[in-house]
């Protein structure tokens, strides 16, 4: 079956640079998209960024770009995401999820940044 660990908790200060990971297994990592989501307290969970399944082209929602990097180690079934630069506004519940359908998810990693 598929499934998606994510790497634990984060308590950050603004500026910060933690990097969350999600393993796979149960399915060839590599032929697939991947992507991390997030969501805020009350808020919907939205999208963060995707990477292509060779790792060749990512995408970012426009609050991210030039901060985060979504990337990926096929050889080992695992995505990343670089945070840099965090700011409060980046805390949420963070999560990654397969392509093509983005079906499975993982537990969520939650993302605390204080100023």
């Known amino acids: 079956q598929v499934q998606l660990v994510e790497s634990g908790a984060v308590l950050a200060q603004a500026g910060g640079s933690p990097r969350l990971s999600c393993a796979a297994s149960g399915y060839t990592s590599r032929n697939t998209p991947m992507g991390w989501y997030r969501q805020a307290p009350g808020k919907q969970r939205d999208l963060v960024a995707t990477?292509?399944?060779?790792?060749?082209?990512?995408n970012y929602r426009e609050a991210v770009k030039g901060r985060f990097t979504i990337y990926r180690d096929n050889a080992k079934n695992t995505i990343y995401l670089q945070m840099n630069n965090l700011k409060p506004g980046d805390t949420a519940v963070y999560y990654c999820n397969k392509g093509p359908v983005f079906a499975y998810w993982g537990q969520g990693t939650q993302v605390a940044v204080s100023t």
């Open positions: 990477i292509t399944p060779l790792g060749r082209t990512t």
